[in-house]
């Protein structure tokens, strides 16, 4: 079996960590594991499967992340995501979307323990890379730490020894997607609770974290720690990761080098006719924090979708870094 590391993760994020997000990412930190968004096994199957499946040699260590809840299915796709190269396919049993919960796919699947567990013995079954479930604490109605002990023992029957704890319930009605990362409160208590009551499960813990002293701290309670939109909005937190978390040589880059990296990506991509803008967007919150992060921001989310030369524009972006 394939080890992965999973002490710093960053979180699977529909429309955010794409190819392109996750190039990006990369060039910061070499040790952080990174996740896709959430693929349907319905886009896999009967979709552009490459397209879904794409990804650089560089994204390594990357995870899958699956959505789906028919068993034959879930594991036809983890057996193409093993071909394709990926180190990890993840569960989303997390995702509190309607639209989604009408397929029963995520955070409703938290009512069919029995079901995640079939899904994850049949995903494990043929492959030699990890399978893991990324969960909430409950849903509206099974919310109990009994009901989530239920969960997470019948899942880890079945063979998953890595559980990344979203460490709120998900409202199932009444609240969109995004109100269901913010208004149910963090219970960081009860996450903790699991790995004391499960001390031979790898826990990952996430929701609400947004520095590295954080990460630190909680690392002293679990095995791991995923971030979603502060390394999303905010990506240079990534750039002590390495150092800090894993215990790597301090790698000594600077924001400007990072985007003379990218460039030659982002020229390619252009080349073979993809949009500047589907890469540069995501790199918007680099200059997070500096006097030029206007100016950096006003270069690559309004100019550059208005120039046909958005080379020249990336390239006045990053003059406007120097140094930093
Ligand atoms: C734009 C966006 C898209 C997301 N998409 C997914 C997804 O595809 N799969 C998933 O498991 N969680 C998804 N999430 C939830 C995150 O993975 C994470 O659990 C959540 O944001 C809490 O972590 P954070 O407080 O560090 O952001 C998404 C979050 C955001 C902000």
């Given at each position: 079996m394939n080890t992965v590391n999973r002490r710093f993760s960053v979180a699977p994020m529909m429309d955010w960590?794409?190819?392109?997000?996750?190039?990006?990412?990369?060039?910061?930190?070499?040790?952080?594991l990174l996740y896709t968004e959430m693929v349907t096994t319905g886009a896999i199957l009967y979709g552009d499967s490459a397209r879904f499946l794409r990804?650089?040699?560089?994204?390594?260590?990357?995870?899958?992340?699956?959505?789906?809840?028919?068993?034959?299915?879930?594991?036809?796709?983890?057996?193409?995501?093993?071909?394709?190269?990926?180190?990890?396919?993840?569960?989303?049993?997390?995702?509190?979307?309607?639209?989604?919960?009408?397929?029963?796919?995520?955070?409703?699947?938290m009512a069919h323990p029995q079901l995640v567990a079939d899904c994850v013995r049949q995903m494990q079954d043929g492959v030699d890379i990890p399978v893991t479930v990324k969960h909430r604490i409950g849903i509206n109605g099974r919310d109990s730490y009994a009901q989530l002990c239920d969960f997470?023992?019948?899942?880890?029957?079945?063979?998953?020894t890595s559980f990344t704890v979203h460490a709120r319930i998900a409202i199932l009605e009444g609240l969109?997607?995004?109100?269901?990362?913010?208004?149910?409160?963090?219970?960081?208590?009860?996450?903790?609770?699991?790995?004391?009551?499960?001390?031979?499960?790898?826990?990952?813990?996430?929701?609400?974290?947004?520095?590295?002293?954080?990460?630190?701290?909680?690392?002293?309670?679990?095995d791991g720690?995923?971030?979603?939109?502060?390394?999303?909005?905010?990506?240079?937190?990534?750039?002590?990761?390495?150092?800090?978390?894993?215990?790597?040589?301090?790698?000594?880059?600077s924001r400007t080098e990072v985007l003379q990296q990218l460039r030659p990506y982002l020229l390619q991509y252009m080349e073979q006719g993809g949009k500047a803008t589907h890469v540069t967007r995501h790199i918007l919150g680099l200059a997070q924090g500096f006097p030029g992060a206007r100016r950096f921001r006003q270069l690559l989310s309004a100019d550059i979708y208005k120039t046909d030369d958005p080379i020249q524009i990336f390239d006045q972006a990053v003059i406007g870094l120097e140094g930093r």
């Open positions: 960590t794409t190819p392109e997000c996750r190039y990006f990412l990369r060039l910061i930190s070499k040790r952080a990804h650089d040699q560089s994204e390594h260590p990357l995870a899958l992340q699956l959505g789906g809840s028919n068993p034959a299915d879930l594991a036809t796709c983890t057996k193409m995501a093993a071909a394709a190269g990926f180190d990890e396919v993840n569960l989303n049993v997390g995702c509190p979307s309607d639209r989604v919960q009408n397929n029963m796919i995520g955070a409703c699947l997470v023992g019948t899942v880890r029957d079945a063979g998953c969109s997607p995004k109100e269901n990362r913010d208004i149910p409160p963090l219970r960081y208590d009860i996450a903790a609770q699991l790995k004391t009551d499960f001390p031979d499960l790898e826990i990952i813990l996430n929701g609400g974290i947004k520095t590295l002293e954080q990460c630190t701290e909680h690392l002293q309670t679990f720690v995923m971030l979603g939109r502060e390394a999303y909005h905010n990506p240079w937190l990534l750039r002590n990761v390495d150092h800090q978390l894993f215990g790597d040589a301090q790698r000594e880059i």
